[in-house]
């Protein structure tokens, strides 16, 4: 048991544990076909259940999971594994009527219903089942009092609502202002901003994967992998000092992380070109700026030239498709969402603290 | 269900239809249950059993009231109020006849008041407008000024119209008065004699069940208008709970399931009903620390708005009670409130809330016993507190140590001190929990040897005043040593030092003496302890030569166990190993290393000593040289008790990581025990000596460190300060750090000394009234240089050599807590001595002489009924406080033999002056105040105390 926690434990390390939600949003994607069985969507629900019943028996995975504030957060699982399930497995019904010539299911029953009864009927059924669920989670998981707040001893972990949770991972990885300021900022624009980007018609008002791969892919990857897994991340693998814990470890406070992070500045020059950093021989701006130089010519590249470059080569078909305008937007809003996982990953493998680091003037990327 | 789906219906309706009657149920069933779980609360099931609990309560004290009515008054009054009844029965037509009268004339009264009412009602109005009116310049003022004035005229005779009836009216009930009076008179006196009676009966009326009462006004939904069962809280704005960002009144709702803890009469019932124990001092109205006042949670902790028993954050008193808790309410360890209640036995930590600038409260024992322990123990000396700072080192000086020890004994002693001496306060230093390992025993060894070696070669030459003292007699010694005093600082028999408490461990254990020093440093230190330290508290009993070599050879032959052996023989690489560790601690390796090539073996040795005293804080509590200024090495603990959990360190102790009071414990039961499991390197290991507290020893730190919390109460929480007061603090603190306590029992603290002794009058005196009793020039001539008062004790008051700053304190102390005028009284010699004559009468009448020396000591007397020559009286006593003494001895000092010669004052037993007690007590005081020539501790030609 104990060696089937420890493995359990292993693999909720930040790293498997994002790199796993990225490869299963892949091997959906990709086995589609086998995905779309009652087998494997009830088997997945099932295997999800059993472990958290049978994890439950260990008092810190209960501890976790039961605390009032942490129950939403189990439901969310069940939901996101049910819904992303179920889109799949109607939008692969669907695919193979399509390649039949049928048209969608949802185009072969009736376009119009009764406003009365199937509407207002059925919203007032639901109304009704959401209060019956609210009060009874009200009844049953109270709101703890405690100590009044005190911001010179603020609780450790100090956590975000669960909601903000993503956001707050963000911060492991970027300065506030990226990822408190204007990361999220891109993303209430970008999604504002999708209805103007997307040119397809197809996939209008019924399941179907074929017609848009890309952009459900994409949705996917952003939704569960960067959004929904790293609140579940938040929830219940963040620990005291924001240290990472595995699900049935204790959360100890004195639980150390080695802090062996370094600038890419250092890399280029003290490690690549053994010199010191040239801020420590010129001062002011100019010893800031050549010592950042590598970092920002890569940020360029990244906002200015990646874009460019893509829409020749890789994005080609897109560039023509989109115009211009739709494409730069799109492809600008796409390399910052990539933004995320690329820093993760430089961190995990190169210990790459930031991209461009200037303390003096606060300006970390 | 798609085969009945109608056509353009996305849902079969008969299946919504089910699917909505099933939800509505679900819907109507959970709002019952919410308003369900709203109203079924903790606190109303306690208050439910609480009303039958007070019905039965009340009904008793009814029953015992009504039997302690006066039966006899009751039915005479009774018997009175019939007859009178039956007066007014005889004349009721004469009465009838003036209550009609009486009617009349009340309508007429009410019609003339209301007239008079509304009138004035309407002239305020109008005068209001004419004010107005006058000050903007309307026109027509003088008309309407004219119109004011009538007005109020009419206002007055309508007053005058009252007037005028209310008198008759006075008249017409008088009249009535003749008949009925008698009758209402007797009523009132039976209402005064039944007065409890009927409260009570009252009382047990309103708290009856009632089906209102009970079920109606307490239903769910409607129990929002007038419930009985209602949450209790007290609200107290003198004290203050701190959230953070302010501070607010505290609200303590404690009183909701504590029902009667502030009243008498439930003593016998379990928690939460019973009566507070201690009612005189906490709760009750008339104690200083009322409940509309001082509330609970300022004592207690924990949560004082919560009316739950798991969120109030109770804490259970020990471990039977914890798991009791757990099997009753689910208790478990507190995590959500920083501060929960403390148990029961540590509240007294909170009288520091609001006495904060005193050392000693009170009515708190246990935390007075606490601060006596913390300062034994000599806390304060690593750990900076406040209220306990510029104490002297807690230790004895080791800057002349070589003239009392060898090496030897001090690294056996230092090995391990108690096995040595089983009740020293010297903690273990090394071969603790974390030092115990066999590699270990090589560093320790090295370290012991250093640091002895450094404090020896530091020590400074010691001539002692008499080189080669005389041997004298150990049994009179042994006899001497238990019977002057000695104990009452000093523990000679007793293998527990808890037993033998925190001030009879004041001074080092006499324990094996004998093979800790050599019989000449005895002789010398026995002779004048303040030669060889002149810091000292140990005083000096001003004993002859002979006397101080019997008592040095008896201590010579206090001899016992040899103490632990040492444990390996380091190789001087070794003793240099540990050293280079020490200085790459500070320097860089190769740095290091270059030092220590330059030391020669010597200075290699003491370089580590100086270093290893340095590490484990040998000088804060020995006066060591080379550390004079050095600061203590321990964390400050002046707030600790408001310290949180989570910046205490559990690294892998085996305790709930949110027990507080767990990590105290656990840190002193094993100081080093959180460096078990822990990789480190012997200098970054703990160092905390262990002092081998026991279980109760434990209890009282705890307290004490609970009672260090931070400034929250205001200043109006606290006791007001006066001069007299801070007399009595400081007094206080005084008289516990010179241990005037081990041998006096003051303010109903300390004595421990007493309980040595078989006959309460042979011990040390009760020195609470003190200040009422002595005049403050001969006290503070007989603390200086004490005299013999009672040349029959065996016990002896010692000269302590305290400084005039002390002496003071202590006078104004004990003149504080007699609540004197202070120190300078002026008397009439003439008038104190003015009934001399009648006095000696009764002084040969009363026999004073039998057990009171006057000049001599009565003989065929035992030794338990002697008591001091009167002829000091006139010197030594206060005027006012013998006529106080010889009125009730033993209210003032209990266990006296002195009789008791007036048991009915004033009234007398005796003939003389008309039988009059006030004026014989005077008469005999003023014959003493005529006694002259007896002993005195004043120095003639002494300037300082000649203040009159």
Same mark, same amino acid.
């Given at each position: 048991?104990?060696?089937?926690?420890?493995?359990?434990?292993?693999?909720?390390?930040?790293?498997? &544990?994002?790199?796993?939600?990225?490869?299963?949003?892949?091997?959906?994607?990709?086995?589609?076909?086998?995905?779309?069985?009652?087998?494997?969507?009830?088997?997945?629900?099932?295997?999800?259940?059993?472990?958290?019943?049978?994890?439950?028996?260990?008092?810190?995975?209960?501890?976790?999971?039961?605390?009032?504030?942490?129950?939403?957060?189990?439901?969310?699982?069940?939901?996101?594994?049910?819904?992303?399930?179920?889109?799949?497995?109607?939008?692969?019904?669907?695919?193979?009527?399509?390649?039949?010539?049928?048209?969608?299911?949802?185009?072969?029953?009736?376009?119009?219903?009764?406003?009365? !009864?199937?509407?207002?009927?059925?919203?007032? #059924?639901?109304?009704?089942?959401?209060?019956?669920?609210? #009060?009874?989670?009200?009844?049953?998981?109270?709101?703890?009092?405690?100590? !009044?707040?005190?911001?010179?001893?603020?609780?450790?972990?100090?956590?975000?609502?669960?909601?903000?949770?993503?956001?707050?991972?963000?911060?492991?990885?970027?300065?506030?202002?990226?990822?408190?300021?204007?990361?999220?900022?891109?993303?209430?624009?970008?999604? #504002?901003?999708?209805?103007?980007?997307?040119?397809?018609?197809?996939?209008?008002?019924?399941?179907?994967?074929?017609?848009?791969?890309?952009?459900?892919?994409?949705?996917?990857?952003?939704?569960?992998?960067?959004?929904?897994?790293?609140?579940?991340?938040?929830?219940?693998?963040?620990?005291?000092?924001?240290?990472?814990?595995? !699900?049935?470890?204790?959360?100890?406070?004195?639980?150390?992380?080695?802090?062996?992070?370094?600038?890419?500045?250092?890399?280029?020059?003290?490690?690549?070109?053994?010199?010191?950093?040239?801020?420590?021989?010129?001062?002011?701006?100019?010893?800031?700026?050549?010592?950042?130089? !590598?970092?920002?010519?890569?940020?360029?590249? &990244?906002?200015?030239?990646?874009?460019?470059?893509?829409?020749?080569?890789?994005?080609?078909?897109?560039?023509?498709?989109?115009?211009?305008?739709?494409?730069?937007?799109?492809?600008?809003?796409?390399?910052?969402?990539?933004?995320?996982?690329?820093?993760?990953?430089?961190?995990?493998?190169?210990?790459?603290?930031? #991209?461009?680091?200037?303390?003096?003037?606060?300006?970390?990327? | 269900?798609?085969?009945?789906?109608?056509?353009?219906?996305?849902?079969?309706?008969?299946?919504?239809?089910?699917?909505?009657?099933?939800?509505?149920?679900?819907?109507?069933?959970?709002?019952?249950?919410?308003?369900?779980?709203?109203?079924?609360?903790?606190?109303?099931?306690?208050?439910?059993?609480?009303?039958?609990?007070?019905?039965?309560?009340?009904?008793?004290?009814?029953?015992?009231?009504?039997?302690?009515?006066?039966?006899?008054?009751?039915?005479?009054?009774?018997?009175?109020?019939?007859?009178?009844?039956?007066?007014?029965?005889?004349?009721?037509?004469?009465?009838?006849?003036?209550?009609?009268?009486?009617?009349?004339?009340?309508?007429?009264?009410?019609?003339?008041?209301?007239?008079?009412?509304?009138?004035?009602?309407?002239?305020?109005?109008?005068?209001?407008?004419?004010?107005?009116?006058?000050?903007?310049?309307?026109?027509?003022?003088?008309?309407?000024?004219?119109?004011?004035?009538?007005?109020?005229?009419?206002?007055?005779?309508?007053?005058?119209?009252?007037?005028?009836?209310?008198?008759?009216?006075?008249?017409?009930?008088?009249? /009535?008065?003749?008949?009925?009076?008698?009758?209402?008179?007797?009523?009132?006196?039976?209402?005064?004699?039944?007065?409890?009676?009927?409260?009570?009966?009252?009382?047990?009326?309103?708290?009856?069940?009632?089906?209102?009462?009970?079920?109606?006004?307490?239903?769910?939904?409607?129990?929002?208008?007038?419930?009985?069962?209602?949450?209790?809280?007290?609200?107290?704005?003198?004290?203050?709970?701190?959230?953070?960002?302010?501070?607010?009144?505290? %609200?303590?709702?404690?009183?909701?399931?504590? /029902?009667?803890?502030?009243?008498?009469?439930?003593?016998?019932?379990?928690?939460?009903? @019973? $009566?507070?124990?201690?009612?005189?001092?906490?709760?009750?109205?008339?104690?200083?620390?009322?409940?509309?006042?001082?509330?609970?949670?300022?004592?207690?902790?924990?949560?004082?708005?919560?009316?739950?028993?798991?969120?109030?954050?109770?804490?259970?008193?020990?471990?039977?009670?914890?798991?009791?808790?757990?099997?009753?309410?689910?208790?478990?360890?507190?995590?959500?409130?920083?501060?929960?209640?403390?148990?029961?036995?540590?509240?007294?930590?909170?009288? +520091?809330?609001?006495?904060?600038?005193?050392?000693?409260?009170?009515?708190?024992?246990?935390?007075?016993?606490?601060?006596?322990?913390?300062?034994?123990?000599?806390?304060?000396?690593?750990?900076?507190?406040?209220?306990?700072?510029?104490?002297?080192?807690?230790?004895?000086?080791?800057?002349?140590?070589?003239?009392?020890?060898?090496?030897?004994?001090?690294?056996?002693?230092?090995?391990?001190?108690?096995?040595?001496?089983?009740? @020293?306060? %010297?903690?273990?230093?090394?071969?603790?929990?974390?030092?115990?390992?066999?590699?270990?025993?090589?560093?320790?060894?090295?370290?012991?040897?250093?640091?002895?070696?450094?404090?020896?070669?530091?020590?400074?030459?010691?001539?002692?005043?008499?080189?080669?003292?005389?041997?004298?007699?150990?049994?009179?010694?042994?006899?001497?040593?238990?019977?002057?005093?000695?104990?009452?600082?000093?523990? /000679?028999?007793?293998?527990?030092?808890?037993?033998?408490?925190?001030?009879? $461990?004041?001074?080092?254990?006499?324990?094996?003496?004998?093979?800790?020093?050599?019989?000449?440093?005895?002789?010398?230190?026995?002779?004048?302890?303040?030669?060889?330290?002149?810091?000292?508290?140990?005083?000096?009993?001003?004993? $002859?030569?002979?006397?101080?070599?019997?008592?040095?050879?008896?201590?010579?032959?206090?001899?016992?166990?040899?103490?632990?052996?040492?444990?390996?023989?380091?190789?001087?690489?070794?003793?240099?190993?540990?050293?280079?560790?020490?200085?790459?601690?500070?320097?860089?390796?190769?740095?290091?290393?270059?030092?220590?090539?330059?030391?020669?073996?010597?200075?290699?040795?003491?370089?580590?000593?100086?270093?290893?005293?340095?590490?484990?804080?040998?000088?804060?509590?020995?006066?060591?040289?080379?550390?004079? @200024?050095?600061?203590?090495?321990?964390?400050?603990?002046?707030? +600790?008790?408001?310290? /949180?959990?989570?910046?205490?360190?559990?690294?892998?102790?085996?305790?709930?990581?949110?027990?507080?009071?767990?990590?105290?414990?656990?840190?002193?039961?094993?100081?080093?025990?959180?460096?078990?499991?822990?990789?480190?390197?012997?200098?970054?290991?703990?160092?905390?000596?262990?002092?081998?507290?026991?279980?109760? +020893?434990?209890?009282?730190?705890?307290?004490?460190?609970?009672?260090?919390?931070?400034?929250?109460?205001?200043?109006?929480?606290?006791?007001?300060?006066?001069?007299?007061?801070?007399?009595?603090?400081?007094?206080?603190?005084?008289?516990?750090?010179?241990?005037?306590?081990?041998?006096?029992?003051?303010?109903?603290?300390?004595? +421990?000394?007493?309980?040595?002794?078989?006959?309460?009058?042979?011990?040390?005196?009760?020195?609470?009234?003190?200040?009422?009793?002595?005049?403050?020039?001969?006290?503070?001539?007989?603390?200086?240089?004490?005299?013999?008062?009672?040349?029959?004790?065996?016990?002896? %008051?010692?000269?302590?050599?305290?400084?005039?700053?002390?002496?003071?304190?202590?006078?104004?102390?004990?003149?504080?807590?007699?609540?004197?005028?202070?120190?300078?009284?002026?008397?009439?010699?003439?008038?104190?001595?003015?009934?001399?004559?009648?006095?000696?009468?009764?002084?040969?009448?009363?026999?004073?002489?039998?057990?009171?020396?006057?000049?001599?000591?009565?003989?065929?007397?035992?030794?338990?009924?002697?008591?001091?020559?009167?002829?000091?009286?006139?010197?030594?006593?206060?005027?006012?406080?013998?006529?106080?003494?010889?009125?009730?001895?033993?209210?003032?000092?209990?266990? @006296?033999?002195?009789? %008791?010669?007036?048991?009915?004052?004033?009234?007398?037993?005796?003939?003389?002056?008309?039988?009059?007690?006030?004026?014989?007590?005077?008469?005999?005081?003023?014959?003493?105040?005529?006694?002259?020539?007896?002993?005195?501790?004043?120095?003639?030609?002494?300037?300082?105390?000649? $203040?009159?």
């Amino acid at each position: 048991m104990d060696l089937i926690k420890s493995i359990f434990n292993r693999v909720a390390d930040p790293r498997v &544990y994002f790199l796993t939600m990225a490869c299963m949003l892949a091997l959906i994607v990709w086995k589609r076909e086998k995905v779309a069985t009652n087998a494997v969507g009830y088997g997945a629900l099932g295997v999800f259940t059993l472990f958290f019943v049978l994890g439950g028996l260990d008092p810190n995975f209960r501890l976790i999971i039961t605390k009032p504030d942490n129950v939403p957060i189990v439901g969310l699982i069940f939901l996101l594994v049910f819904f992303v399930w179920y889109s799949m497995k109607q939008a692969v019904l669907n695919d193979r009527r399509i390649t039949k010539g049928e048209g969608p299911e949802e185009k072969a029953e009736a376009d119009r219903v009764w406003v009365w !009864p199937d509407l207002v009927y059925t919203e007032l #059924i639901s109304l009704i089942l959401c209060s019956v669920v609210l #009060i009874v989670w009200s009844i049953l998981l109270k709101a703890p009092l405690e100590q !009044p707040a005190n911001r010179a001893v603020t609780p450790n972990p100090s956590k975000a609502p669960w909601y903000f949770l993503g956001l707050q991972e963000m911060l492991v990885y970027f300065d506030p202002w990226l990822a408190g300021v204007v990361l999220p900022s891109l993303i209430i624009v970008g999604l #504002i901003a999708i209805p103007y980007i997307d040119k397809n018609e197809k996939g209008n008002g019924y399941y179907t994967f074929n017609e848009r791969k890309v952009e459900i892919t994409l949705f996917l990857f952003g939704f569960v992998v960067l959004w929904c897994s790293l609140i579940v991340l938040g929830t219940f693998l963040r620990g005291p000092n924001w240290n990472f814990f595995g !699900p049935f470890e204790y959360w100890d406070l004195h639980k150390l992380e080695a802090l062996t992070n370094v600038n890419l500045s250092e890399y280029f020059w003290v490690r690549m070109l053994g010199q010191p950093l040239p801020s420590t021989r010129i001062a002011g701006p100019l010893g800031y700026l050549l010592r950042e130089l !590598p970092g920002l010519l890569l940020v360029l590249f &990244y906002i200015g030239a990646l874009p460019v470059i893509l829409g020749r080569k890789l994005f080609r078909s897109y560039y023509e498709k989109l115009g211009a305008p739709r494409y730069y937007v799109g492809a600008f809003l796409f390399l910052m969402m990539m933004a995320l996982p690329i820093k993760m990953l430089l961190r995990w493998i190169f210990n790459l603290k930031y #991209i461009v680091g200037i303390p003096e003037i606060f300006f970390n990327i | 269900m798609a085969e009945k789906k109608a056509v353009g219906h996305a849902y079969n309706v008969d299946f919504l239809n089910v699917v909505f009657a099933a939800s509505s149920i679900f819907l109507f069933l959970t709002t019952v249950w919410m308003v369900w779980s709203d109203f079924d609360r903790e606190w109303k099931g306690t208050q439910r059993r609480f009303s039958q609990l007070q019905i039965e309560v009340t009904r008793a004290q009814l029953q015992q009231t009504e039997k302690s009515v006066n039966k006899t008054r009751l039915a005479q009054l009774e018997q009175q109020l019939a007859a009178a009844k039956k007066s007014e029965e005889d004349n009721k037509a004469k009465i009838d006849e003036i209550r009609g009268r009486l009617a009349e004339i009340d309508a007429r009264l009410s019609r003339a008041n209301q007239a008079a009412t509304f009138a004035k009602a309407t002239y305020d109005v109008d005068r209001y407008a004419f004010e107005v009116a006058r000050d903007k310049k309307e026109a027509n003022i003088e008309e309407r000024q004219k119109k004011i004035e009538d007005e109020g005229r009419h206002v007055g005779d309508l007053n005058l119209a009252v007037d005028k009836i209310t008198a008759e009216r006075a008249g017409v009930a008088a009249e /009535l008065g003749k008949f009925t009076g008698a009758a209402a008179q007797i009523q009132k006196d039976l209402d005064a004699l039944l007065f409890e009676q009927n409260r009570l009966q009252k009382q047990l009326d309103a708290i009856q069940p009632t089906v209102v009462n009970t079920y109606l006004l307490n239903a769910p939904l409607i129990d929002f208008m007038a419930p009985t069962l209602t949450i209790r809280q007290t609200v107290l704005p003198n004290v203050v709970d701190d959230v953070n960002f302010t501070k607010v009144p505290k %609200m303590d709702r404690c009183t909701t399931c504590h /029902l009667s803890i502030d009243s008498k009469g439930y003593e016998k019932y379990p928690q939460p009903y @019973t $009566t507070h124990p201690n009612l005189s001092v906490y709760l009750g109205s008339d104690s200083p620390h009322p409940l509309n006042k001082i509330g609970c949670t300022v004592c207690h902790q924990g949560m004082g708005g919560a009316t739950s028993f798991i969120d109030a954050v109770h804490y259970p008193r020990d471990e039977k009670q914890r798991e009791a808790w757990e099997k009753q309410y689910g208790w478990e360890q507190p995590h959500m409130w920083d501060f929960p209640m403390l148990p029961t036995q540590m509240t007294e930590a909170s009288c +520091e809330q609001c006495h904060r600038s005193e050392v000693y409260v009170p009515n708190a024992p246990a935390l007075t016993l606490a601060y006596a322990t913390y300062e034994r123990g000599g806390c304060y000396a690593c750990h900076k507190t406040r209220g306990f700072e510029n104490l002297r080192k807690p230790g004895p000086i080791l800057t002349k140590i070589s003239s009392k020890v060898t090496p030897d004994w001090v690294k056996t002693w230092v090995r391990n001190p108690r096995a040595v001496k089983d009740v @020293t306060w %010297m903690p273990r230093i090394w071969y603790n929990s974390n030092s115990s390992s066999p590699q270990d025993a090589v560093r320790n060894e090295v370290e012991i040897n250093a640091a002895v070696a450094y404090l020896f070669a530091n020590a400074e030459d010691y001539q002692f005043p008499v080189a080669s003292p005389p041997k004298g007699d150990a049994k009179s010694g042994e006899e001497i040593v238990r019977s002057i005093g000695c104990l009452g600082c000093h523990v /000679l028999d007793e293998k527990d030092r808890t037993e033998a408490g925190p001030r009879r $461990t004041f001074g080092q254990p006499l324990k094996n003496i004998g093979s800790k020093t050599t019989y000449t440093w005895l002789y010398n230190w026995v002779k004048d302890p303040k030669h060889y330290n002149p810091n000292t508290y140990m005083p000096n009993l001003r004993l $002859t030569d002979a006397q101080v070599a019997d008592v040095a050879t008896f201590l010579t032959t206090l001899t016992g166990p040899t103490g632990m052996a040492a444990q390996a023989t380091p190789t001087p690489e070794q003793a240099d190993a540990v050293l280079l560790d020490y200085l790459r601690n500070v320097l860089p390796l190769t740095e290091a290393q270059n030092q220590l090539n330059k030391m020669d073996g010597n200075t290699r040795q003491l370089e580590l000593g100086k270093r290893v005293i340095g590490r484990y804080g040998c000088y804060s509590c020995h006066e060591i040289k080379g550390f004079e @200024t050095t600061q203590p090495i321990g964390t400050e603990l002046s707030e +600790e008790g408001t310290k /949180l959990v989570t910046r205490l360190d559990f690294a892998f102790a085996p305790i709930n990581h949110s027990d507080k009071l767990g990590w105290f414990h656990q840190k002193l039961k094993d100081p080093r025990s959180f460096d078990a499991g822990r990789v480190l390197e012997p200098l970054e290991k703990l160092r905390m000596p262990d002092f081998g507290v026991s279980e109760v +020893e434990n209890e009282r730190l705890q307290t004490a460190i609970m009672s260090f919390q931070r400034d929250i109460q205001p200043a109006s929480a606290m006791p007001a300060r006066t001069a007299n007061r801070d007399y009595i603090v400081s007094g206080r603190a005084l008289v516990r750090r010179q241990n005037c306590v081990g041998c006096h029992e003051i303010e109903g603290d300390g004595g +421990e000394f007493r309980k040595l002794v078989a006959e309460p009058t042979l011990a040390p005196p009760l020195l609470t009234p003190e200040g009422a009793k002595v005049q403050p020039d001969w006290l503070y001539a007989f603390i200086q240089g004490p005299i013999t008062i009672r040349p029959w004790l065996k016990v002896r %008051m010692p000269t302590f050599g305290l400084d005039d700053a002390r002496l003071n304190a202590v006078i104004r102390y004990f003149g504080a807590t007699a609540n004197s005028i202070g120190m300078f009284r002026t008397y009439d010699a003439k008038d104190l001595t003015a009934m001399a004559g009648p006095g000696h009468e009764l002084f040969t009448l009363l026999k004073c002489q039998q057990c009171h020396v006057l000049g001599e000591i009565p003989k065929d007397q035992p030794t338990a009924n002697l008591a001091p020559d009167l002829r000091m009286a006139r010197e030594r006593l206060q005027p006012d406080w013998i006529p106080q003494w010889l009125q009730s001895p033993l209210k003032i000092q209990p266990g @006296t033999r002195m009789p %008791m010669f007036w048991p009915d004052y004033p009234k007398s037993s005796f003939p003389q002056m008309d039988g009059n007690a006030e004026m014989q007590i005077r008469s005999i005081r003023d014959y003493l105040e005529t006694l002259q020539g007896g002993p005195s501790p004043k120095k003639p030609g002494n300037a300082a105390i000649s $203040t009159n």
